[in-house]
């Protein structure tokens, strides 16, 4: 008897998704609930699973194919018998794309300006050196190479100067969400800046116990969490939404989590985070991130969220603006730690230093109110007993 492969349902407000990885291949043999294919919508991964034990008779698929719901996949014999020796084989390698030379800098370092770059490449050269600032080629140092001169030269790389690949459905629906922010909302960004040393320092003297009482690292973010459910509670606009002619004010807080995977950026939601501990906040972004890292994200991972935070600062990230996260009001960027001279009490200390921003929908949130919404953030930083007491 033969087994229909499908495309099973993909989740409220999604038709269609891509075939991302294809794990298996025509002959091979399957064990029941085995990982057949790995298909990729604007949201999240989701697994296509054998519905039994048997050989793949047909794939209806290739990698790259768009499906929508109920479409046929493969085909799968049952009754076929295990092949002597079989196991499970392995994922079909996907190409390697071949590795293009940045036509702007050579082997030897040396960057070239645009006119020598365009020069080189078309006459096939590869300066390694020239008598520019920092060793920078120019286009008399190109030239000279071409008609023998002292300028060193190599072969040029082999290989095309340019590959297109098409955009996965997850990057296009960032793509778009993000246009529509700038589109829709009318967003500005406030800063403002915070002491690290006070959450550093209780950070360093509980870390050990926290981790061997609760089975999680303590880290700034459940700080920062607590924090803004704090500020959200005291700038209620930053917490709701626009709907219509009407504003939806949230007596919750879901805080989406942006983290950033080999696929593009998600944003998973920690949902009430106004009602968790510290531990409980720790451990909630940690299975987020593991499961965004593993493409194990659900629906209902990524649906709703009341307000956005994102760490820029894990890249190294100094100062950014992020954008809103629709159809929430508003987000807050953190970012990198950094000593730098502050003045306290009248001396210059050397303090490990952190930029705040928050984007809002001036919509909504007046300027008053998102200074004061970061202004309570910083509070609870620099003086975390706030936190405890709630003040």
Do not use: W
Request: hydrophobic content about 40%.
């Amino acid at each position: 008897m033969t087994v229909e492969i499908i495309v099973p349902p993909l989740g409220e407000s999604v038709s269609e998704a891509t075939i991302a990885k294809l794990l298996k291949k025509v002959g091979d043999y399957v064990k029941a609930d085995e990982m057949i294919v790995e298909l990729e919508t604007d949201k999240v991964s989701l697994e296509v699973n054998a519905p039994v034990a048997g050989i793949i008779k047909e794939l209806k698929v290739a990698e790259g194919d768009t499906v929508k719901v109920k479409t046929l996949i493969g085909i799968i014999d049952d009754t076929a018998a295990k092949p002597a020796g079989a196991g499970t084989s392995a994922p079909v390698a996907a190409s390697k794309p071949v590795e293009v030379a940045a036509p702007a800098k050579t082997s030897g370092g040396a960057h070239l300006s645009p006119a020598a770059s365009k020069i080189a490449a078309e006459n096939n050269v590869n300066v390694a050196s020239g008598s520019g600032k920092d060793g920078r080629v120019t286009k008399g140092d190109v030239l000279g190479a071409i008609a023998g001169g002292s300028v060193s030269v190599a072969p040029a790389a082999s290989g095309p100067r340019e590959e297109r690949v098409k955009m996965t459905k997850l990057r296009q629906k960032i793509a778009e969400r993000l246009k529509d922010s700038q589109n829709t909302a009318a967003s500005l960004t406030t800063f403002n800046e915070v002491d690290m040393s006070a959450v550093m320092k209780l950070r360093d003297l509980y870390k050990d116990e926290f981790l061997k009482k609760h089975g999680v690292k303590l880290g700034f973010m459940s700080f920062f969490t607590k924090a803004a459910v704090a500020a959200l509670k005291t700038i209620p606009a930053v917490n709701a939404e626009i709907q219509g002619d009407e504003v939806v004010y949230k007596n919750y807080c879901d805080i989406s989590v942006a983290v950033g995977t080999p696929t593009g950026l998600v944003v998973p939601v920690l949902r009430d985070a106004d009602r968790l501990s510290f531990a409980g906040i720790e451990a909630g972004i940690a299975n987020l991130g593991k499961k965004a890292r593993d493409g194990k994200l659900t629906m209902q991972d990524m649906t709703g969220g009341t307000f956005t935070i994102s760490n820029g600062g894990v890249y190294g990230s100094l100062m950014g603006t992020p954008i809103i996260n629709p159809p929430q009001t508003g987000i807050l960027g953190l970012h990198k730690i950094q000593d730098r001279p502050v003045v306290v009490g009248g001396e210059i200390k050397i303090r490990p230093m952190m930029y705040l921003a928050l984007t809002y929908d001036h919509r909504l949130i007046d300027g008053g109110e998102a200074v004061t919404f970061l202004v309570k953030i910083k509070e609870a930083i620099e003086d975390p007993q706030r936190l405890l007491l709630e003040i």
